[in-house]
Each structure stands twice: as structure tokens, then as C-alpha cells.
């Protein structure tokens, strides 16, 4: 079978080296690595996530801390990565025929990976793994705790799983074609597999269980007013955030398959549409990251700057460390009063990477690179962009629930719309 044409046509050089369910897996281990490092590095800022995602502090002073903890998980299930990723080149040597014919090797690890989030092993950090099941468990259908049971935690984790909408995806495609006669899960992707809208329905759970968190939140703001919740816009606004992903998925996936004798409209016109939601999404978003999810002032700044009669000024622009009280109203341009990262450029740096990572989908507006967008390898490095950038916001929508919490704004919770990466 090796050199047979219909083979080689169907998987390029990308896809011999990292088949899809190792790209999957892949994915998967970077993000445990990811929420390490979130936790580390907030650690050192003396930033205690573990109080605002009310999880259990530590026994004794001698346990691990959270941090050393999550490393230690991520060590765990990145040695047998390693291990049946080197197996799997060994025996398959690139190529073609033989990829296909040892695709139960990766499979194999992600039905480990599976257990090694379930199986009680001490050293696995199992009061992490179990909080983690019983979060993942209560938002599965759009749940959410209370305040203080640990609502900021089923936040930031349903958060993450709109960043991991396709890669959930991405894992339906791999069993589907692994468990069809004649499929191989290391073959060229089929995301028809199963049906034209099951892909798409997986890609837009995450985005339902946000939307129906918000309409939750704005429930218990009618249900229970108080003088700082107003009539629960704020929450509805969040919702509507979450709502304009569906006609970006249905339209995408209206352009992988068109026929138009079925959908009655051209195939410029879907792109336009697809084109006019995934601009209103993606940038209704990015001013959700910063204003609301980050409390910066960028936005206000800026039409200050551009139109200073009509928007006065209502910060000054200073500079201070992140030890000292800043004076009332003052901080660097843009941003807020308090805040724990070292320095304002930290701040611009991640607002800009926000906005690039959010505007990934320009590269179909180039016909020199539109191309690029069908390519195995280019799917996954888009993938891995958005996971990327869901680790960036964790760092500041953290630290600024902290500067929340510290700064009395506990007390006024239900006036925040608290929208998270791991």
C-alpha cells in the first residue's frame, strides 16, 4: 500500500509527522502546562487563586503548593506523550500506509489521558482532579455555582472551553473516524464525519454553557436586586457576547459544504455574512476582554485622546509600582489605579496579542494566504494561537479579581459581569 496515490493524496507531510489525535493531545498537555504556569507566576505576585476559586488551601505548610502540584500532573501525562509519540515515528517511519495502520498507538494515549484524570492516584494531585470533575460536571449543562462556592472557577473553566471549542471538535472527528469501517483516525481530518452539523454543534457547546451562565447570573440579579446590581444589563450584554459565535460556526459551515441548490444564497453572500459575524464577534469580544473582563480604561482613553472636548479627560496619566497606593483616579494612560504586573508595558503587550489572536480569521481576506487556511498545519497552529491566548487573558482576568476582592468590590459582585485561559 505504501506510494499508493489515493494514500498519499490524502495525507500531506504535516499530517505523517503529528496525525491528528497527537495534535489533539498535544493541545491538551500544553494547557495543563499553561494553568501551571498561571499559577506559578501569580503565585509570585502573591496573588492567592486558590481563595478566589474558593478551592481548599493546603493541609499543612509542608504540602506542595498548587503550582508545584499542577507540574507535577502535567509531568505525569507528558511522559507517556513522549513515549507513544517516539513509538509511533519508530514504527511508522512516514509512511503513508503505515500511519494509517497504527493509528490505535494515539489513540491509545488519549484514552490514557482520559484515565489519568480519573484514577485515584495520590501523587496526581487528586483534590485538583477531582475539583476539576465536579466543576466540569456542574457546567457541562451551563450550571453555576454561587459567590461563594466557587463561581469565579466555573467561570474562568467554561471560559476555557470556548477556547477549546475546536479542539473538542477536532477530538468527535478522531473517535468518529476511528471507530468507522474503513476510516483510520490518523487519515486526512473528516469533520463530516458523523453528519454535516455535528462538528458544529460540539464547536458551539462551550459558547451555550456561557450563554446560559449569563442568563443565570442576570436571573439572580432580578430575583434579588441590590443597589449596586442594576437590572442585570450587564449580563445580557455578556450573553449577547456569547450568542454572536453561532452564526460565525453555522456560516462556517455552510462554506465547507455549499451546495446552492440547498441553501439559496451565493457563495459570496454566505462569505459576506460569515465575514459581517465573525468582525462583530471577534471585536465585540476583544472590547469585552479589556473593559470588562480586565477593568482597563483603554477604551475611554482613547476617546479622550481622539476627542477631548466631547470626552474630557477623567484619569491622570502617572506612573507608580504596583507596592505603593496610587493617588485617586491616577494610573498610566489606559489602564486602572491598581495593578500587580510590573510594568504598563505588560499591559499593552497583552491588549495588542488579544486583539492579533482575535483576528486570525483576516488571513482568508488575503488571496495570497486564503489558501493556508484549509492546511492541516495551519488549522492546528490556529488552534494552538487560541489557546495561547486564552493562558495570556487568565494572567489578568485573575489579577484583576484580585484587585476586585482587594479593593472591596466583593461586596458589589453582582454589578461585575464576570466572564476565562486554561
Not at 34 to 57: Q, R
Not at 278 to 293: E, G, R, T
Not at 318 to 337: C, D, E, I, K, M
Request: net charge positive; charged share 15%; with cysteine.
Amino acid at each position: 500500500m505504501d506510494g499508493d496515490p489515493a494514500v498519499e493524496s490524502q495525507l500531506d507531510g504535516f499530517s505523517l509527522i503529528l496525525p491528528l489525535p497527537y495534535r489533539i493531545a498535544f493541545i491538551l498537555v500544553l494547557g495543563v502546562w499553561a494553568w501551571g504556569l498561571n499559577l506559578h507566576y501569580l503565585h509570585l505576585l502573591k496573588i492567592d487563586v486558590a481563595s478566589l476559586i474558593k478551592y481548599p488551601s493546603r493541609s499543612s505548610s509542608s504540602s506542595l503548593p498548587h503550582h508545584q502540584r499542577t507540574y507535577a500532573l502535567a509531568t505525569t501525562i507528558t511522559i507517556p506523550f513522549l513515549f507513544s509519540i517516539f513509538f509511533f515515528w519508530t514504527l511508522t517511519r512516514g509512511q503513508p500506509s503505515a500511519v494509517l495502520a497504527w493509528d490505535f498507538i494515539p489513540q491509545s494515549y488519549l484514552f490514557l489521558l482520559f484515565l489519568l484524570f480519573l484514577i485515584p492516584y495520590k501523587r496526581l494531585s487528586p483534590n485538583g482532579r477531582f475539583r476539576f470533575l465536579t466543576t466540569l460536571k456542574r457546567i457541562s449543562i451551563g450550571g453555576i455555582a454561587e459567590a461563594q462556592d466557587g463561581k469565579f472557577g466555573d467561570i474562568l473553566l467554561a471560559d476555557v472551553l470556548t477556547s477549546y471549542a475546536k479542539v473538542l471538535g477536532d477530538l468527535f472527528v478522531s473517535l468518529c473516524m476511528f471507530l468507522s469501517a474503513g476510516k483510520s483516525s490518523t487519515d486526512k481530518p473528516d469533520r463530516g464525519c458523523g453528519g454535516q452539523y455535528i462538528v458544529p454543534i460540539i464547536i458551539s457547546i462551550p459558547s451555550v454553557i456561557r450563554l446560559r451562565q449569563c442568563l443565570i447570573e442576570y436571573m439572580r440579579v432580578r430575583k434579588n436586586p441590590t443597589q449596586h446590581s442594576g437590572w442585570g444589563g450587564q449580563h445580557l450584554a455578556n450573553a449577547l457576547k456569547y450568542s454572536s459565535a453561532f452564526p460565525v460556526v453555522v456560516l462556517s459551515a455552510l462554506q465547507r459544504g455549499y451546495d446552492p441548490n440547498k441553501i439559496g444564497l451565493s457563495e459570496t453572500g454566505i462569505f459576506r455574512l460569515w465575514l459581517f459575524f465573525v468582525f462583530l464577534n471577534s471585536f465585540y469580544s476583544f472590547y469585552w476582554d479589556v473593559a470588562k473582563d480586565w477593568d482597563l480604561t483603554l477604551f475611554p482613553s482613547l476617546l479622550s485622546s481622539a476627542f477631548p472636548s466631547v470626552f474630557p479627560p477623567s484619569v491622570t496619566t502617572t506612573s507608580f509600582h504596583s507596592n505603593q497606593v496610587p493617588p485617586a483616579q491616577a494610573h498610566p494612560w489606559g489602564l486602572r489605579p491598581h495593578t500587580h504586573f510590573h510594568t504598563p508595558q505588560i499591559y499593552y503587550t497583552a491588549i495588542g496579542l488579544d486583539l492579533l489572536l482575535r483576528c486570525t480569521w483576516s488571513l482568508k481576506l488575503s488571496p495570497h494566504l486564503d489558501h493556508w487556511n484549509d492546511l492541516e498545519g495551519t488549522i492546528f497552529l490556529l488552534e494552538m494561537a487560541e489557546v495561547v491566548r486564552r493562558w495570556v487573558w487568565i494572567f489578568f482576568r485573575v489579577e484583576t479579581e484580585w484587585v476586585r476582592v482587594r479593593s472591596g468590590a466583593s461586596a458589589v459582585d453582582e454589578m461585575l459581569l464576570m466572564p476565562m485561559g486554561r
